[in-house]
Protein backbone atom coordinates (compact mmCIF):
# COMPACT_ATOMS: atom_id res chain seq x y z
CA UNK A 1 0.00 0.00 0.00
CA UNK A 2 1.03 3.43 -0.79
CA UNK A 3 0.84 5.66 2.31
CA UNK A 4 -0.24 9.45 2.07
CA UNK A 5 2.22 11.26 3.98
CA UNK A 6 2.14 15.12 5.54
CA UNK A 7 4.98 16.62 6.65
CA UNK A 8 4.45 18.81 9.77
CA UNK A 9 7.35 22.14 9.50
CA UNK A 10 8.87 23.01 6.13
CA UNK A 11 12.13 24.18 7.48
CA UNK A 12 15.48 22.40 6.39
CA UNK A 13 14.46 19.46 7.90
CA UNK A 14 10.79 19.54 6.69
CA UNK A 15 11.29 21.10 3.03
CA UNK A 16 14.06 18.11 2.16
CA UNK A 17 11.91 15.33 3.95
CA UNK A 18 9.03 16.50 1.62
CA UNK A 19 10.50 16.63 -1.25
CA UNK A 20 12.36 13.56 -1.00
CA UNK A 21 9.45 11.58 0.16
CA UNK A 22 7.37 12.99 -2.96
CA UNK A 23 10.62 12.18 -5.46
CA UNK A 24 10.12 8.42 -4.01
CA UNK A 25 6.72 7.65 -5.17
CA UNK A 26 4.63 9.24 -2.17
CA UNK A 27 2.11 11.69 -1.96
CA UNK A 28 3.15 14.23 -0.03
CA UNK A 29 1.78 17.26 2.01
CA UNK A 30 3.95 19.81 3.49
CA UNK A 31 2.21 21.77 6.51
CA UNK A 32 3.67 24.92 7.83
CA UNK A 33 1.79 27.90 9.84
CA UNK A 34 4.41 30.68 8.32
CA UNK A 35 2.04 31.72 4.63
CA UNK A 36 4.43 32.89 2.86
CA UNK A 37 7.25 30.27 3.31
CA UNK A 38 4.26 28.05 2.03
CA UNK A 39 3.30 30.09 -0.91
CA UNK A 40 7.36 30.07 -1.94
CA UNK A 41 7.50 26.31 -1.24
CA UNK A 42 4.54 26.09 -3.16
CA UNK A 43 5.87 27.72 -6.54
CA UNK A 44 9.33 25.56 -6.27
CA UNK A 45 11.31 28.66 -4.92
CA UNK A 46 13.59 27.55 -2.13
CA UNK A 47 13.42 29.69 0.80
CA UNK A 48 16.87 28.73 1.96
CA UNK A 49 20.18 27.45 0.18
CA UNK A 50 20.52 23.27 -0.12
CA UNK A 51 22.48 22.42 -3.20
CA UNK A 52 20.79 20.27 -5.16
CA UNK A 53 17.11 20.48 -3.03
CA UNK A 54 15.38 22.62 -5.55
CA UNK A 55 15.07 20.53 -8.76
CA UNK A 56 13.47 17.80 -5.85
CA UNK A 57 10.65 20.50 -5.19
CA UNK A 58 10.34 21.06 -8.35
CA UNK A 59 10.12 17.87 -9.76
CA UNK A 60 7.52 16.77 -7.05
CA UNK A 61 5.69 19.81 -7.48
CA UNK A 62 5.22 18.88 -11.73
CA UNK A 63 4.42 15.11 -10.71
CA UNK A 64 1.71 16.81 -8.58
CA UNK A 65 2.30 14.32 -5.56
CA UNK A 66 3.92 17.23 -3.78
CA UNK A 67 1.42 20.06 -2.04
CA UNK A 68 1.81 22.81 0.33
CA UNK A 69 -0.75 23.90 2.76
CA UNK A 70 -1.33 25.62 5.93
CA UNK A 71 -4.21 23.53 7.17
CA UNK A 72 -4.08 21.43 10.20
CA UNK A 73 -7.24 20.31 8.96
CA UNK A 74 -6.74 18.80 5.55
CA UNK A 75 -2.67 17.37 6.74
CA UNK A 76 -5.30 15.22 9.36
CA UNK A 77 -7.50 14.16 6.76
CA UNK A 78 -5.05 13.55 4.22
CA UNK A 79 -2.31 12.17 5.94
CA UNK A 80 -1.97 8.32 6.97
CA UNK A 81 1.57 9.19 8.46
CA UNK A 82 2.07 12.31 10.09
CA UNK A 83 6.07 13.79 10.10
CA UNK A 84 6.85 15.98 12.85
CA UNK A 85 9.68 18.37 11.52
CA UNK A 86 9.33 21.37 13.15
CA UNK A 87 12.40 23.24 15.19
CA UNK A 88 13.69 22.86 18.96
CA UNK A 89 15.83 25.79 19.44
CA UNK A 90 17.53 26.83 22.48
CA UNK A 91 15.27 28.59 24.55
CA UNK A 92 16.39 32.67 24.93
CA UNK A 93 19.11 32.77 28.28
CA UNK A 94 18.69 29.04 28.85
CA UNK A 95 20.27 26.21 27.85
CA UNK A 96 17.39 23.95 27.56
CA UNK A 97 15.71 22.85 24.21
CA UNK A 98 12.04 25.52 23.47
CA UNK A 99 9.51 23.17 22.74
CA UNK A 100 6.78 25.54 21.51
CA UNK A 101 6.56 24.71 18.25
CA UNK A 102 6.87 20.37 18.96
CA UNK A 103 3.82 21.30 21.50
CA UNK A 104 1.87 23.37 19.38
CA UNK A 105 1.75 20.75 16.50
CA UNK A 106 0.99 17.85 18.10
CA UNK A 107 -1.85 20.14 19.58
CA UNK A 108 -3.12 21.04 16.47
CA UNK A 109 -2.70 18.22 14.59
CA UNK A 110 -4.16 15.00 17.39
CA UNK A 111 -7.59 16.62 18.02
CA UNK A 112 -8.45 16.25 14.40
CA UNK A 113 -7.24 13.12 14.04
CA UNK A 114 -10.45 10.80 13.11
CA UNK A 115 -8.87 7.93 10.86
CA UNK A 116 -6.01 5.87 12.26
CA UNK A 117 -2.64 7.02 11.37
CA UNK A 118 1.32 7.15 12.54
CA UNK A 119 2.70 10.35 13.41
CA UNK A 120 6.34 9.87 13.35
CA UNK A 121 8.57 12.35 15.78
CA UNK A 122 11.61 13.87 13.60
CA UNK A 123 12.89 16.65 15.69
CA UNK A 124 15.32 16.67 18.26
CA UNK A 125 14.10 16.22 21.02
CA UNK A 126 15.07 16.73 24.90
CA UNK A 127 14.83 12.57 25.95
CA UNK A 128 11.39 11.80 27.82
CA UNK A 129 9.58 14.32 25.24
CA UNK A 130 8.15 11.83 22.92
CA UNK A 131 6.52 9.49 25.77
CA UNK A 132 4.90 12.75 27.15
CA UNK A 133 3.80 13.51 23.43
CA UNK A 134 2.44 9.99 23.04
CA UNK A 135 0.11 10.62 26.54
CA UNK A 136 -1.11 13.94 24.86
CA UNK A 137 -2.33 12.48 21.53
CA UNK A 138 -3.86 9.11 23.37
CA UNK A 139 -6.07 12.17 25.99
CA UNK A 140 -6.82 14.61 23.11
CA UNK A 141 -7.18 12.39 19.68
CA UNK A 142 -10.89 11.51 18.53
CA UNK A 143 -9.11 8.50 16.50
CA UNK A 144 -7.38 7.61 20.16
CA UNK A 145 -5.14 4.32 20.15
CA UNK A 146 -4.78 3.97 16.56
CA UNK A 147 -3.26 6.84 16.03
CA UNK A 148 0.18 6.17 17.09
CA UNK A 149 3.48 7.55 17.89
CA UNK A 150 7.26 6.81 16.87
CA UNK A 151 9.97 8.35 17.00
CA UNK A 152 12.49 8.45 14.48
CA UNK A 153 15.44 11.19 14.68
CA UNK A 154 17.19 12.83 11.49
CA UNK A 155 20.80 12.96 11.11
CA UNK A 156 21.16 15.25 8.11
CA UNK A 157 23.94 17.87 7.49
CA UNK A 158 22.94 21.25 5.77
CA UNK A 159 24.75 21.40 2.36
CA UNK A 160 24.17 17.43 2.13
CA UNK A 161 20.45 17.47 3.07
CA UNK A 162 19.53 15.29 -0.46
CA UNK A 163 22.05 12.72 0.47
CA UNK A 164 21.57 12.84 3.73
CA UNK A 165 17.51 11.65 3.63
CA UNK A 166 17.98 9.45 0.53
CA UNK A 167 20.66 7.46 1.62
CA UNK A 168 21.21 7.94 5.48
CA UNK A 169 23.63 5.64 7.39
CA UNK A 170 20.92 4.29 9.50
CA UNK A 171 17.07 4.77 10.35
CA UNK A 172 16.42 4.56 13.58
CA UNK A 173 12.49 4.06 14.74
CA UNK A 174 11.64 4.81 18.43
CA UNK A 175 8.29 2.36 18.99
CA UNK A 176 5.82 2.53 21.83
CA UNK A 177 5.38 -0.11 24.81
CA UNK A 178 2.41 -1.37 23.73
CA UNK A 179 3.47 -4.63 21.45
CA UNK A 180 0.52 -3.74 18.71
CA UNK A 181 1.29 -0.42 18.05
CA UNK A 182 4.78 -0.45 18.04
CA UNK A 183 4.53 -3.82 15.45
CA UNK A 184 1.80 -1.45 13.30
CA UNK A 185 4.15 1.80 13.78
CA UNK A 186 7.65 -0.32 12.22
CA UNK A 187 5.72 -1.84 9.31
CA UNK A 188 4.56 1.14 8.17
CA UNK A 189 8.19 2.98 8.70
CA UNK A 190 9.74 -0.15 7.17
CA UNK A 191 7.40 0.09 4.00
CA UNK A 192 8.19 4.15 3.58
CA UNK A 193 11.74 3.67 3.94
CA UNK A 194 11.57 0.33 1.94
CA UNK A 195 13.81 1.32 -0.61
CA UNK A 196 16.46 2.36 1.50
CA UNK A 197 16.50 -0.61 3.86
CA UNK A 198 16.80 -2.96 0.63
CA UNK A 199 20.03 -1.31 0.03
CA UNK A 200 21.14 -2.16 2.99
CA UNK A 201 20.41 0.86 5.50
CA UNK A 202 20.39 -0.48 8.92
CA UNK A 203 17.34 -0.21 10.44
CA UNK A 204 17.37 -0.22 14.03
CA UNK A 205 14.05 -0.32 16.65
CA UNK A 206 13.91 0.43 20.35
CA UNK A 207 11.94 2.10 22.88
CA UNK A 208 11.18 6.62 22.42
CA UNK A 209 13.59 6.95 25.17
CA UNK A 210 16.75 5.51 23.29
CA UNK A 211 15.66 6.69 19.85
CA UNK A 212 15.47 10.21 21.17
CA UNK A 213 19.29 9.61 22.97
CA UNK A 214 20.54 8.23 19.70
CA UNK A 215 19.97 11.84 17.99
CA UNK A 216 21.49 14.22 20.93
CA UNK A 217 24.45 11.55 21.68
CA UNK A 218 25.55 11.57 17.80
CA UNK A 219 25.58 15.10 18.10
CA UNK A 220 27.40 15.25 21.41
CA UNK A 221 30.18 12.99 19.96
CA UNK A 222 30.96 15.19 16.85
CA UNK A 223 30.99 18.28 18.89
CA UNK A 224 33.64 16.19 21.22
CA UNK A 225 35.61 15.39 18.30
CA UNK A 226 36.00 18.64 17.03
CA UNK A 227 36.68 20.21 20.30
CA UNK A 228 39.18 17.48 21.32
CA UNK A 229 41.10 18.59 18.11
CA UNK A 230 40.84 21.86 19.04
CA UNK A 231 41.78 21.44 22.40
CA UNK A 232 45.22 19.66 20.84
CA UNK A 233 45.37 23.07 18.73
CA UNK A 234 45.62 24.99 22.01
CA UNK A 235 48.48 22.89 23.16
CA UNK A 236 50.03 22.88 19.50
CA UNK A 237 50.10 26.87 19.84
CA UNK A 238 51.78 26.54 23.62
CA UNK A 239 54.27 23.59 22.24
CA UNK A 240 55.04 25.28 18.47
CA UNK A 241 53.61 22.62 17.04
CA UNK A 242 51.44 22.26 13.74
CA UNK A 243 47.97 20.68 14.56
CA UNK A 244 47.08 19.99 10.95
CA UNK A 245 49.86 17.38 10.95
CA UNK A 246 48.99 15.89 14.17
CA UNK A 247 45.34 16.11 13.04
CA UNK A 248 46.61 13.91 9.48
CA UNK A 249 48.59 11.69 11.86
CA UNK A 250 45.67 10.43 14.12
CA UNK A 251 43.03 10.18 11.21
CA UNK A 252 44.71 7.20 9.93
CA UNK A 253 44.28 5.04 13.04
CA UNK A 254 41.11 3.26 11.89
CA UNK A 255 39.78 3.89 15.56
CA UNK A 256 40.22 7.68 15.42
CA UNK A 257 39.13 8.03 11.84
CA UNK A 258 39.94 11.80 10.41
CA UNK A 259 36.40 13.03 10.18
CA UNK A 260 35.32 15.89 11.92
CA UNK A 261 38.88 16.24 12.78
CA UNK A 262 39.31 19.30 11.30
CA UNK A 263 40.78 21.86 13.30
CA UNK A 264 40.17 25.37 13.28
CA UNK A 265 37.04 27.64 14.67
CA UNK A 266 35.07 25.23 15.91
CA UNK A 267 31.47 24.78 15.57
CA UNK A 268 28.32 26.73 15.15
CA UNK A 269 25.06 26.32 12.91
CA UNK A 270 21.39 25.44 14.28
CA UNK A 271 21.74 22.18 15.79
CA UNK A 272 25.55 21.00 17.23
CA UNK A 273 25.79 24.10 19.78
CA UNK A 274 22.00 24.26 20.97
CA UNK A 275 21.82 20.22 21.17
CA UNK A 276 24.73 19.77 23.42
CA UNK A 277 23.03 22.52 25.98
CA UNK A 278 19.75 21.15 25.56
CA UNK A 279 21.47 17.30 26.24
CA UNK A 280 22.85 19.06 29.75
CA UNK A 281 19.86 20.73 30.81
CA UNK A 282 17.85 17.44 29.95
CA UNK A 283 20.34 15.33 32.01
CA UNK A 284 20.26 18.23 34.86
CA UNK A 285 16.52 17.56 35.03
CA UNK A 286 17.55 13.53 35.25
CA UNK A 287 19.67 14.01 37.87
CA UNK A 288 22.59 12.63 35.21
CA UNK A 289 24.10 15.85 34.95
CA UNK A 290 28.08 14.90 36.13
CA UNK A 291 27.89 12.50 32.89
CA UNK A 292 27.67 15.36 31.04
CA UNK A 293 29.92 17.85 32.67
CA UNK A 294 32.80 17.62 30.82
CA UNK A 295 29.91 18.77 27.16
CA UNK A 296 30.40 21.69 29.22
CA UNK A 297 33.94 21.59 28.27
CA UNK A 298 33.54 21.16 24.75
CA UNK A 299 31.32 24.06 24.30
CA UNK A 300 33.92 26.08 26.09
CA UNK A 301 36.81 24.92 24.27
CA UNK A 302 34.52 25.66 21.20
CA UNK A 303 34.00 29.51 21.98
CA UNK A 304 37.84 29.91 23.37
CA UNK A 305 38.70 29.17 19.07
CA UNK A 306 37.17 32.05 18.65
CA UNK A 307 38.35 34.24 21.12
CA UNK A 308 42.10 33.09 20.02
CA UNK A 309 40.88 34.27 16.54
CA UNK A 310 40.10 37.35 17.19
CA UNK A 311 43.45 37.59 19.28
CA UNK A 312 45.53 36.43 16.62
CA UNK A 313 43.95 39.50 14.53
CA UNK A 314 44.79 42.09 16.65
CA UNK A 315 47.97 40.63 17.20
CA UNK A 316 48.46 40.88 13.75
CA UNK A 317 48.24 44.71 13.71
CA UNK A 318 50.08 44.84 16.44
CA UNK A 319 47.64 44.92 19.25
CA UNK A 320 44.77 47.41 18.30
CA UNK A 321 42.05 47.40 16.35
CA UNK A 322 41.66 50.97 16.59
CA UNK A 323 41.25 53.06 12.93
CA UNK A 324 42.12 49.70 10.86
CA UNK A 325 40.40 47.47 8.11
CA UNK A 326 39.76 43.94 8.42
CA UNK A 327 38.41 41.59 5.63
CA UNK A 328 36.12 38.81 6.57
CA UNK A 329 35.83 35.56 4.10
CA UNK A 330 32.83 33.79 4.98
CA UNK A 331 29.73 33.99 7.20
CA UNK A 332 27.80 30.65 6.86
CA UNK A 333 28.67 28.18 10.26
CA UNK A 334 29.93 26.37 7.42
CA UNK A 335 30.34 26.16 3.46
CA UNK A 336 27.36 25.18 1.36
CA UNK A 337 25.03 26.95 3.26
CA UNK A 338 23.34 29.52 3.94
CA UNK A 339 22.82 29.78 7.99
CA UNK A 340 24.11 31.75 10.04
CA UNK A 341 23.15 30.65 13.46
CA UNK A 342 25.43 30.41 15.99
CA UNK A 343 27.96 31.39 13.42
CA UNK A 344 31.47 31.27 14.49
CA UNK A 345 32.60 33.50 11.46
CA UNK A 346 29.90 36.30 11.89
CA UNK A 347 30.43 35.73 15.74
CA UNK A 348 33.99 36.57 15.23
CA UNK A 349 33.47 39.33 12.66
CA UNK A 350 31.33 41.32 14.96
CA UNK A 351 33.34 41.28 17.92
CA UNK A 352 36.38 42.62 15.61
CA UNK A 353 33.76 45.50 14.95
CA UNK A 354 33.36 46.17 18.53
CA UNK A 355 36.68 46.72 19.20
CA UNK A 356 37.01 49.33 16.33
CA UNK A 357 37.89 47.90 12.93
CA UNK A 358 36.14 48.40 9.91
CA UNK A 359 34.33 45.40 8.81
CA UNK A 360 33.82 43.96 5.64
CA UNK A 361 32.23 40.29 5.03
CA UNK A 362 31.37 38.59 1.77
CA UNK A 363 30.38 35.20 1.99
CA UNK A 364 29.07 33.26 -1.65
CA UNK A 365 25.65 32.41 -0.18
CA UNK A 366 24.99 33.99 3.12
CA UNK A 367 24.95 37.85 2.73
CA UNK A 368 21.05 38.20 3.37
CA UNK A 369 21.21 36.12 6.53
CA UNK A 370 24.17 37.50 7.74
CA UNK A 371 22.88 41.05 6.62
CA UNK A 372 19.95 40.62 8.82
CA UNK A 373 21.56 39.03 11.77
CA UNK A 374 24.97 41.86 12.11
CA UNK A 375 23.39 45.24 9.99
CA UNK A 376 26.55 46.97 11.86
CA UNK A 377 29.21 45.20 9.70
CA UNK A 378 29.81 46.43 5.93
CA UNK A 379 29.24 43.55 3.07
CA UNK A 380 31.53 43.64 0.23
CA UNK A 381 29.52 41.84 -3.17
CA UNK A 382 32.99 40.37 -3.63
CA UNK A 383 36.21 38.39 -1.88
CA UNK A 384 38.57 41.30 -3.89
CA UNK A 385 35.85 43.61 -2.74
CA UNK A 386 35.78 42.55 0.93
CA UNK A 387 39.37 42.39 1.31
CA UNK A 388 40.24 45.90 -0.34
CA UNK A 389 42.26 47.75 2.00
CA UNK A 390 42.22 45.12 4.12
CA UNK A 391 45.56 45.35 6.81
CA UNK A 392 44.45 41.84 7.52
CA UNK A 393 42.35 39.42 5.87
CA UNK A 394 40.48 36.40 7.88
CA UNK A 395 39.01 33.29 6.84
CA UNK A 396 36.56 31.64 8.66
CA UNK A 397 34.06 29.63 6.39
CA UNK A 398 36.14 27.12 3.97
CA UNK A 399 34.41 27.94 0.86
CA UNK A 400 35.94 26.00 -2.29
CA UNK A 401 36.01 29.60 -3.40
CA UNK A 402 38.34 31.05 -0.58
CA UNK A 403 40.69 27.57 -0.99
CA UNK A 404 41.61 28.47 -4.36
CA UNK A 405 42.14 31.94 -3.95
CA UNK A 406 44.98 33.53 -5.70
CA UNK A 407 47.23 35.19 -3.46
CA UNK A 408 49.13 37.69 -5.80
CA UNK A 409 45.06 38.66 -7.15
CA UNK A 410 43.93 38.99 -3.40
CA UNK A 411 47.35 41.17 -3.06
CA UNK A 412 47.09 43.25 -5.05
CA UNK A 413 43.39 45.00 -3.51
CA UNK A 414 45.05 44.86 0.45
CA UNK A 415 46.88 47.45 2.47
CA UNK A 416 48.87 45.17 4.01
CA UNK A 417 49.78 41.13 3.17
CA UNK A 418 48.35 39.69 6.23
CA UNK A 419 46.25 36.36 6.27
CA UNK A 420 44.73 34.36 9.28
CA UNK A 421 43.62 31.02 7.99
CA UNK A 422 41.19 30.36 10.78
CA UNK A 423 40.00 27.27 9.13
CA UNK A 424 43.19 25.67 7.74
CA UNK A 425 42.21 25.99 4.35
CA UNK A 426 45.25 27.09 2.49
CA UNK A 427 48.54 26.35 1.89
CA UNK A 428 50.91 28.28 3.87
CA UNK A 429 54.28 27.73 2.09
CA UNK A 430 51.75 29.06 -1.03
CA UNK A 431 51.02 32.22 0.76
CA UNK A 432 54.18 32.62 2.30
CA UNK A 433 55.83 32.70 -1.23
CA UNK A 434 53.53 35.36 -2.06
CA UNK A 435 54.87 37.57 0.83
CA UNK A 436 52.21 37.48 3.43
CA UNK A 437 52.34 36.98 7.13
CA UNK A 438 50.32 33.80 7.04
CA UNK A 439 48.96 32.59 10.95
CA UNK A 440 46.60 30.41 11.19
CA UNK A 441 44.96 28.65 15.10
CA UNK A 442 47.17 25.66 15.92
CA UNK A 443 49.90 26.34 13.61
CA UNK A 444 53.45 27.62 14.03
C1 LIG B 1 25.00 18.46 12.29
C2 LIG B 1 25.19 16.94 12.25
O1 LIG B 1 26.34 16.62 11.45
C3 LIG B 1 23.96 16.27 11.69
O2 LIG B 1 24.11 14.86 11.69
C4 LIG B 1 22.79 16.68 12.54
O3 LIG B 1 21.60 16.10 12.06
C5 LIG B 1 22.65 18.19 12.59
O4 LIG B 1 23.86 18.76 13.05
P1 LIG B 1 25.16 20.45 10.51
O5 LIG B 1 24.74 21.38 11.61
O6 LIG B 1 24.54 20.59 9.17
O7 LIG B 1 24.90 18.92 10.96
O8 LIG B 1 26.73 20.66 10.35
P2 LIG B 1 28.05 19.76 10.40
O9 LIG B 1 28.48 19.40 9.05
O10 LIG B 1 27.92 18.69 11.40
O11 LIG B 1 29.09 20.86 10.94
C6 LIG B 1 28.89 21.47 12.21
C7 LIG B 1 29.95 22.48 12.51
O12 LIG B 1 31.17 21.83 12.82
C8 LIG B 1 30.29 23.47 11.40
O13 LIG B 1 30.37 24.77 11.96
C9 LIG B 1 31.64 23.01 10.88
O14 LIG B 1 32.38 24.08 10.37
C10 LIG B 1 32.25 22.45 12.14
N1 LIG B 1 33.29 21.42 11.90
C11 LIG B 1 32.98 20.25 11.29
C12 LIG B 1 34.60 21.65 12.34
O15 LIG B 1 34.89 22.70 12.91
N2 LIG B 1 35.54 20.68 12.13
C13 LIG B 1 35.25 19.50 11.52
O16 LIG B 1 36.15 18.68 11.39
C14 LIG B 1 33.93 19.27 11.10
Redesign the pocket.
Known amino acids: MSYRLTVIGTGYLGATHAACMADLGFEVLGLDVDEERIARLAAGDLPFFEPGLEPVLRRGLESGRLRFTSSYKEAAEFGDVHFLCVGTPQKAGEYAADLTYVDDAINSLAPLLERPCVVVGKSTVPVGTAERLADTMARIAPVGADAVLAWNP??????FAVQDTLHPDRIVAGLPDDRHAAEHAEKVLREIYRSMIAHGTPFITCDYPTAELVKVS??AF?ATK?SF?NAMAEVCEAAHADVTKLSEALSYDDRIGG????P?????????PK?IRAFMARAGELGADQALTFLREVDEINIRRRIRMVDLARQMLGGSFDGRTVGVLGAA??PN?DDVRDS?ALDVAASIRAQGAAVTVYDPQAMGNARRAQPSLEYGESALSAARGAHVVLLLTEWAEFRGMDPDSLASVVAERNIVDGRNALDPEKWRAAGWTYRALGRP
Open positions: EFLREGANLIIKFLGGLGFGGGCLDFKSP
